[in-house]
């Protein structure tokens, strides 16, 4: 049945990581038509984000719990709620679609289904994207990501109606209005990018040397994740061990928090290619995107051809300070008033996807069951094993013996699951680098 017209609609999120958490719980407020009441569910894994990182966020839920791919489907099995956001790796994504439609057979009073992209959409574009179809909205950040997505799902015969243009929903805060005492750049880092020791150590000495070119500055280093936490991307290089070795001067910090509030006292941010920049820009900050290590794929920094805030150490060290392209941000769903030439802005980026799903709770007789791309027939040689990966059969059963958490571990399993995932994590960050290193030589 339609949802009520004067009761809170409830959305749950569905998350993996910390920054996935914030995407979600965030595009939920912004894309429901009305007040809404928030149920948030971490997927437990290797980058279920800490109480600290949740705390960095700031988004806040009603409720929020940790679970498997098994208990939250049946969750969703016996309990209702009008959207369901998953803010998911692609391969997570496709899981969860095949086993929301076996959790929900024989239901015509299904949620809607959203997914999206946290950010730039700068690789594995096509099988990211079909490992998103099926929802019933997949969100595109920009103009240009909308015409993207539309054509790779019209170039493999699928239906593309799910495209719903949107922008970033963690974008505002106060626009730039000048120069801070002192004058402070921010270099934004990023756990995956580049990834290799040499390049971190290199961006790091840079850094630091600017620090030291420029004493009346303030110099900050911002940092996603203490050492032992995991985010989005694996870090295996953490830079707060890269700095040990060095002898940074006295205007040269590491900072943490949220991002937004760096961002209030920033006049230059600098970075390879986060999505911060994208935020920065949304402000009229000064942004640069490094050319040092090269403009790459793997970097991501090609993404930003056009901006106008290519530039490198050389040329920031000299003074230089970009202008950013106005049609450039307009098109990539940042420019806080719209289009130079008025069409347009922030505020409205997402009435489009709040249409449709008021269209979608609104459907008489409800929603049919979600169709995926891919399926045992398109993908046989595929969908298996993503399914298997979260202990799903074929048909999107939970197998058995999938990890559930539908009662509240002991306190000896509680003491053997904290131990479990510090052997993970040591082996991850630690144990298989070393490996990795000794096959290169």
């Known amino acids: ?16 990581s910390d920054t996935r958490w914030k995407w979600g719980a ?52 016996e309990e209702s709620c009008d959207i369901l956001v998953l803010a998911l790796v692609g391969g997570g994504v ?26 730039v959409v700068y690789e594995k574009l096509a099988d990211g994207l079909l490992l998103r179809h099926g929802a019933d909205l997949v969100l595109a950040n920009s103009r240009q990501d909308a015409d993207r997505f539309r054509a790779v799902y019209e170039g493999v015969g699928a239906d593309a109606g799910s495209v719903t243009e949107v922008a970033l929903p963690f974008l505002g ?29 290199y961006l790091l000495n840079r850094l630091v040397e600017h620090a030291r070119r420029h ?21 295996e290089l953490p830079y707060q061990k890269l700095v040990q070795r060095l002898d940074p001067p006295a205007n040269f910090r590491l900072v943490y928090g ?27 900050i000064p942004t640069v995107v490094l050319t040092d290590l090269g403009v790459r794929e793997a970097l991501g920094n ?17 003074g230089h300070l970009p202008r950013a392209d106005g049609e450039w941000v307009a098109r990539q769903g940042v420019a806080a008033g719209g289009t130079p030439s008025g069409e347009g802005t922030y505020e409205t980026a997402f009435d489009a996807a709040r249409e449709r799903i008021g269209d979608l709770l609104g459907r008489p007789g ?30 999107g059963t939970p197998l058995p013996g999938a990890p559930a958490a539908d009662r509240e571990p002991g306190p000896v399993r509680q003491i053997v699951r904290r131990a479990a995932r510090g052997a993970y994590r040591h082996g991850v960050q630690r144990v298989a680098p070393v490996i990795r290193r000794m096959g290169e030589l």
């Open 26 to 77: 965030l595009t939920a407020n912004r894309i429901a038509p009305r007040e809404i009441r928030l149920d948030g569910f971490l997927l437990r894994g290797r980058a279920t984000p800490t109480a600290r990182q949740l705390g960095e966020v700031g988004v806040r839920a009603d409720s929020l719990r940790e679970v498997t791919a098994a208990e939250f489907l049946r969750v969703m099995r």
């Open 215 to 235: 004493p009346g500055r303030e110099v900050l280093l911002k940092l996603r994740s203490r050492p032992g936490e995991h985010t989005t991307h694996l870090e």
């Open 366 to 395: 409800g929603l049919p069951p979600m169709t995926p791309y891919y399926t045992p027939v398109t993908a046989p040689g595929y969908l298996p094993g993503i399914l298997a990966r979260h202990h799903l059969g074929p048909d």
């Open 173 to 201: 805060g106060a626009p730039y209005s000048g120069e801070h005492a002192p004058y402070t750049v921010v270099f934004a880092a990023q756990p995956s990018v580049p990834d290799s020791r040499r390049d971190r150590t």
């Open 258 to 284: 949220h991002m937004g509030e760096v961002l209030d006292r920033t006049d230059l941010l600098v970075t390879v290619s986060s999505t911060a920049a994208l935020e920065s820009l949304h402000r009229g």
């Open 302 to 318: 090609h993404h930003f051809v056009g901006s106008g805030c290519l530039a490198s150490w050389d040329q920031l060290d000299d």
């Open 94 to 119: 496709q899981a969860m679609l095949h086993g929301l439609n076996r959790a929900w057979e024989g239901r015509a009073d299904r949620p809607v289904v959203v997914t999206g992209y946290v950010g």
């Open 1 to 16: 049945m339609p949802a009520s017209a004067k009761k809170p609609l409830r959305v749950a999120v569905l998350a993996d």
